[in-house]
């Protein structure tokens, strides 16, 4: 009896051990999802972005939807440094450089080129409601 509950025992502590160590999280999964990316004060006036990041074969994935013509267009770097999230694209002749830090769970803030503010947060997805 004391042999069959050690054995229980021994068993769902590694069973938690190795659930714990498939869910923990790295600073790049922290940026998964879509983002809605604030920048304050351009030349154009204030500018909203959609942004969306994955992860895939390992590597952080950035994407961008373009202003104009509203498709999606992948980054040209997307990654983690420093405690700092960076991502950089070309988009209407401009060669842009967004650096970020984790605020809470659902945003961020940094600066755009070091000039201007910039404020992201976590698009929710919407759940279907029959």
């Known amino acids: ?11 769902l502590v590694f069973s938690v051990a190795g659930l714990q160590a498939q869910t923990s999280s ?19 006036g204030d500018v909203t972005l959609p942004v969306r990041f994955e992860i895939k074969e390992g590597k952080l994935k950035g994407f961008y939807t373009d202003l104009e013509s509203k498709e999606e267009k992948a980054m040209d770097t997307a990654y983690y ?3 700092k999230y960076v991502m950089g694209f ?3 002749g401009y060669d842009l450089k967004f650096v970020m830090s984790k605020k809470s769970d659902d945003s961020m803030t940094g600066s755009l080129m070091d000039m201007f503010d910039v404020e992201a947060t976590r698009v929710k997805e919407e759940k279907e409601t029959k």
């Open 1 to 11: 009896m004391m042999k069959t509950f050690l054995t229980l025992l021994f068993a």
């Open 26 to 44: 790295t600073p790049e999964s922290f940026l998964t999802g879509k983002w809605s990316v604030f920048v304050k004060g351009t030349p154009q």
């Open 90 to 92: 070309l988009i209407s």
């Open 81 to 83: 440094e420093n405690e």
